[in-house]
């Protein structure tokens, strides 16, 4: 009796174990299968979006088209020309990249796809699995290559999704601009208020790197409201008319923008510093203080010896002109036979002579002298020195145009080497005047080679409509540049290249040959003229291009900071200016008191 009792506890406790168990087992089963379709409905969800989006998009295509008016453009926010405005991306790639967004776990979605495989749900659940999901850790055995493939796709993922959120705020914004008169104040309430979310979800996601699945819920909020906007505003050919004028102004303001900053850009490249000024008027002072005997420079006698090295330098930038000298005496093998001919304007006259009486460069010989010591200059050449239609006074600067009267200014001279202000010497140069000239008049680089950053044609500077320009000039002609010059005096003299520039020059203010400046002016002067050096001799791009690479830097023996971005004013280029410096000696007091620092 007492077994059969025994026996019927233990079958009643096994039947209660199972009916409390079995239930349990069963419903945690059940929700395991709910959280695996709640992520296939969500990107179905999404799938859903993108077609009805698209098929808005067909419409007010076809109700403009039915009209008789011109397709709008549907980009209104364009930073990529392959995203559109009003549609979601319709590749493969950016639908998964959403999902896995969505999730915000990378191995939980690849763990569920891998669990539907295994219960038989379908080939396209298959293909989920089969698709390279961006992993938040990467294992050990991952390679480099295969970890910058998941940075760059997850990186386009991101910009694509912040992207489609500030489609979805222009195009919220657009409706604002459209609201009728008799709209529900609550809708223009929601319609802002999506915007305001959409915008946080776009900061906190550039911020984060990241989208969340609470800013992915936001933008599908936000489509929604933009779905009931469009059957409010049913009149397309207004929308499309207003988005025309607000494109239009659009790009007025951006062409005006950059006009002005073009405009500032080359203002500033053509400011003198205030430390400059400042270091001008400090060696003005004291050039006046010293004794008339005290202000020469010795080496007088050098002056026009044809059997020295000499080099021209026509400018008003003291700091400049110092570091031409210095750099180049640096590099001189024989510097006791270098003679620089510098020329500068009255008023900086005293200041340059100063400079170099404080700081001698060694054994070479420095001559500074204003261009108003040359008289013939003024009477004769004075109506030809001004160039009409240009107010850029480095186009218009007698000095600028002076390195056309060089055979005038150096009469006994047969060689000579004309450098800009905005040049470093890195190499001997006297090896100059062993080069063969062939009868040419000027030694310069070339600039004809397609895709250089210093690529020049002559038809890019000179009129060839005008034909005259056309009879006499090939526009094929290879061009050359200024910054570092070889020119043969005797041959030029032979040649008279001062009367054929004189001659252009005339004709050029008559009518419209060429642009402003000395450059297209010089290629027509010394047309068939020219011999062209190595390139190793002058290497151009300094103040325009950062992209310049390092070797071509050290084989060159002359770096030309061509354009605005100057060593010595702030917008120049950063990687470039410890070139420059490094000749600048800034323990000078001068230098210290007017604040000109590295």
């Given at each position: 009796m007492r077994a059969f009792r025994k026996c019927s506890r233990i079958l009643i406790l096994c039947l209660l174990c199972v009916s409390v168990f079995v239930p349990i087992f069963i419903l945690s089963y059940r929700l395991k299968q709910i959280n695996s379709d709640v992520s296939e409905d969500f990107v179905e969800e999404l799938s859903i979006i993108k077609h009805r989006t698209e098929a808005q998009t067909l419409s007010a295509i076809e109700q403009e088209e039915s009209r008789g008016l011109k397709e709008p453009p549907l980009?209104?926010?364009?930073?990529?020309?392959?995203?559109?405005?009003?549609?979601?991306?319709?590749?493969?790639?950016?639908?998964?990249?959403?999902?896995?967004?969505?999730?915000?776990?990378?191995?939980?979605?690849?763990?569920?796809?891998?669990?539907?495989?295994?219960?038989?749900?379908?080939?396209?659940?298959?293909?989920?699995?089969?698709?390279?999901?961006?992993?938040?850790?990467?294992e050990p055995h991952v390679s480099r290559v295969q970890h910058d493939q998941v940075v760059r796709s997850r990186s386009r993922a991101l910009d694509e999704k912040v992207k489609e959120m500030k489609d979805q705020v222009i195009k919220a914004k657009a409706y604002l601009?459209?609201?009728?008169?008799?709209?529900?104040?609550?809708f223009v309430k929601e319609l802002k208020l999506r915007i305001k979310e959409v915008e946080r979800a776009m900061s906190q996601s550039t911020k984060d790197s990241r989208v969340s699945r609470s800013s992915l819920q936001k933008m599908k909020a936000m489509e929604s409201t933009l779905l009931k906007a469009s059957r409010i505003y049913p009149d397309c050919a207004a929308m499309i008319k207003k988005l025309r004028a607000m494109t239009y102004t659009a790009e007025e303001q951006v062409r005006s923008h950059r006009n002005q900053e073009s405009f500032l850009r080359a203002?500033?490249?053509?400011?003198?510093?205030?430390?400059?000024?400042?270091?001008?008027?400090?060696?003005?002072?004291?050039?006046?203080?010293?004794?008339?005997?005290?202000?020469?420079?010795?080496?007088?006698?050098?002056?026009?010896?044809?059997?020295?090295?000499?080099?021209?330098?026509?400018?008003?930038?003291?700091?400049?002109?110092?570091?031409?000298?210095?750099?180049?005496?640096?590099?001189?093998?024989?510097?006791?036979?270098?003679?620089?001919?510098?020329?500068?304007?009255?008023?900086?006259?005293?200041?340059?002579?100063?400079?170099?009486?404080?700081?001698?460069?060694?054994?070479a010989t420095v001559h500074v002298e204003s261009i108003e010591n040359f008289p013939w200059l003024i009477t004769k050449y004075n109506e030809t020195l001004q160039r009409e239609g240009s107010l850029d006074p480095r186009y218009i600067s007698q000095l600028n145009h002076l390195r056309f009267y060089l055979p005038d200014i150096f009469p006994r001279l047969t060689k000579i080497v004309l450098l800009d202000h905005d040049i470093v010497v890195q190499k001997d140069l006297t090896k100059l005047w062993?080069?063969?000239?062939?009868?040419?008049?000027?030694?310069?680089?070339?600039?004809?080679?397609?895709?250089?950053?210093?690529?020049?044609?002559?038809?890019?500077f000179v009129n060839f409509t005008d034909p005259m320009i056309a009879n006499k000039f090939d526009s094929n002609t290879c061009t050359w540049a200024f910054g570092m010059n070889l020119f043969d005096l005797h041959e030029w003299r032979r040649r008279n290249l001062t009367g054929v520039y004189h001659k252009y020059l005339h004709l050029g203010k008559k009518r419209p040959l060429w642009k402003a400046g000395t450059l297209p002016i010089g290629w027509v002067t010394f047309y068939k003229q020219t011999v062209a050096l190595d390139k190793s001799w002058h290497l151009l791009g300094l103040g325009y291009d950062s992209g310049v690479r390092q070797e071509d830097i050290e084989?060159?023996?002359?770096?030309?900071?061509?354009?605005?971005?100057?060593?010595?004013?702030?917008?120049?280029?950063?990687k470039h200016k410890p070139l420059w410096r490094k000749h600048v000696k800034y323990e000078h007091p001068y230098l210290q008191q007017c604040n000109v620092h590295e």
């Open positions: 980009l209104v926010y364009k930073d990529d020309p392959s995203n559109s405005a009003f549609n979601f991306s319709s590749s493969e790639e950016s639908r998964f990249s959403e999902v896995s967004f969505a999730t915000n776990d990378a191995g939980l979605l690849k763990n569920n796809a891998t669990r539907l495989d295994k219960n038989g749900g379908g080939q396209r659940r298959r293909q989920e699995e089969e698709v390279p999901v961006p992993v938040a850790k990467e601009n459209f609201t009728p008169a008799n709209i529900s104040s609550h203002l500033g490249g053509r400011t003198i510093p205030k430390s400059l000024h400042c270091l001008s008027m400090r060696l003005t002072a004291e050039y006046f203080a010293l004794d008339p005997g005290g202000r020469e420079l010795p080496y007088k006698h050098k002056l026009q010896n044809p059997h020295l090295y000499h080099f021209a330098i026509f400018s008003d930038n003291i700091l400049a002109c110092s570091v031409v000298v210095n750099s180049t005496i640096s590099t001189a093998k024989e510097p006791a036979k270098i003679v620089f001919h510098i020329v500068t304007d009255f008023l900086n006259l005293p200041a340059m002579s100063m400079w170099f009486l404080s700081n001698p460069p060694g054994k062993s080069i063969n000239m062939r009868g040419k008049v000027n030694g310069a680089v070339q600039t004809c080679k397609e895709g250089e950053p210093s690529f020049r044609r002559m038809d890019m084989q060159a023996s002359v770096i030309h900071f061509d354009g605005i971005l100057k060593p010595w004013l702030d917008i120049g280029i950063d």
